[in-house]
């Protein structure tokens, strides 16, 4: 008569530790699979894709409201500087003021201010004397990448929300 026993055991005897090896290996599989899928996740959405729609509905903003009640010139500088050297261009000073959404003198005082800050380098253009080029510090690009990055989960939740049928 077989009766049935609470120890798996796979023909190798009753030794627990086989079980404890398995679900070591099953764990290490597991973690591989969300390092892969997390790594393809990134892949499809990099902070600068981030970026990009945070911009593009900063500008749109300016379509339904007055934009100037929405200045911030401070993070579209930041962010402008960003997405642009994720492109890998330069930036001159008159780009940012551009990009800021506020007057060049409004501009330079914010500009100054970042650069005091430390989150931003400024250079003498290398054949323009009238220009500068701005950069962001290594921290300051830290900084945006991973907030940017942290991002990604709320609009993974929301193309999730969306792929799902709704009944």
């Known amino acids: 008569m077989d009766f049935v ?16 090896d398995r679900l070591r290996r099953i764990r290490d599989e597991l973690d591989v699979v969300e390092t892969l899928v997390r790594a393809e996740s990134e892949a499809r959405l990099t902070p600068g894709d981030i970026g990009n729609v945070i911009r593009s509905a900063r500008e749109g903003i300016g379509r339904f409201f007055d934009r100037s009640l929405f200045a911030d010139p401070a993070f579209d500088m930041l962010l402008f500087v960003f997405l ?17 959404g506020v007057p060049r003198t409004t501009a330079v ?59």
């Open 5 to 20: 026993s609470d120890r798996y055991t796979d023909g190798a005897g009753s030794d627990p530790s086989g079980i404890d």
């Open 84 to 100: 642009e050297e994720e492109e890998g261009r330069q930036v001159e000073t008159s780009a940012c003021y551009r990009a800021s």
């Open 109 to 167: 005082r914010w500009i100054n201010m970042l650069i005091g800050m430390g989150l931003f380098h400024s250079a003498p253009h290398p054949t323009d004397r009238r220009l500068a080029l701005l950069s962001m510090s290594d921290e300051a690009r830290e900084g945006m990448r991973q907030w940017l990055g942290g991002l990604r989960p709320l609009l993974e939740r929301v193309e999730a929300a969306r792929a799902t049928p709704r009944g």
